[in-house]
Structure formats: structure tokens, C-alpha cells
Nanobody, 121 residues
């Protein structure tokens, strides 16, 4: 099975930056998609970004477009979510997820544990 390990969360001030990492193992194909999600208690999980394993497809939610960037380092089997210009509304538990094949919003088969991001005003 595919296993995902998210890390890099923490506390940041508004306007600051954090970089999340998602290290993956167990892929049996080089064709996969990594998605980034966040969830606030009492609210639905929101997909904020995704990227194909060949870096040819990326998606950003309107809420993070222009501030967040996702990338892959295939040599390290790691995806990144660079979060800049952070806002208090970005406070959430962030998850990475994966699926084989093309990226399709909210269509993921494998999930990592969450990492908390807290942005203070």
C-alpha cells in the first residue's frame, strides 16, 4: 500500500511562510497525483492544491491561488506545499493524499496523517 507522511506544520504569523512536505512510499507506478487538503473542525475538508507526478498538472483552490505552490521532488519521493503570505484563515489541519493516474479533485485513495498549521494575526 501507498503510505504518506506529512510534516512541516507549525505556528506562523500572518504574512509569514511555511513549507509542508509529503513523503511517499509504496507506489507501484510512476503515474500518480498528490493532493493537498485542509480541514477546520466543523467544516468540510477542502482540497487546496494538487500536482501530477510528472509536474504537468497543478490545481490551486481560489482561496490559496497566488500564495501557495506545490511541487515534486521525485528523487526524494516527496511533494511540497510552499505556503506564503499566510492568513489566519489558513489555520487548519493539512493532509496530503495520493491516487494513481491523473489528478481529479477529491478523488484520492491514499491519505497521510494531518499536520497542524496555525497562523496568528
Amino acid at each position: 500500500d501507498v503510505q504518506l507522511q506529512a510534516s512541516g506544520g507549525g505556528l506562523a504569523q500572518a504574512g509569514g511562510s511555511l513549507r509542508l512536505s509529503c513523503t511517499a512510499s509504496g507506489f507501484i507506478s510512476d503515474d500518480y497525483c498528490i493532493g493537498w487538503f485542509r480541514q477546520v473542525p466543523g467544516k468540510e475538508r477542502e482540497e487546496v492544491a494538487s500536482i501530477g507526478s510528472s509536474d504537468d498538472v497543478t490545481f490551486y483552490a481560489d482561496s490559496v491561488k497566488g500564495r501557495f505552490t506545490t511541487s515534486n521532488d521525485n528523487a526524494k519521493n516527496t511533494a511540497y506545499l510552499q505556503m506564503n503570505s499566510l492568513k489566519p484563515d489558513d489555520t487548519a489541519i493539512y493532509y496530503c493524499a495520493a491516487t494513481y493516474g491523473v489528478c481529479a479533485q477529491y478523488e484520492y485513495d491514499f491519505w497521510g496523517q494531518g499536520t497542524q498549521v496555525t497562523v496568528s494575526s
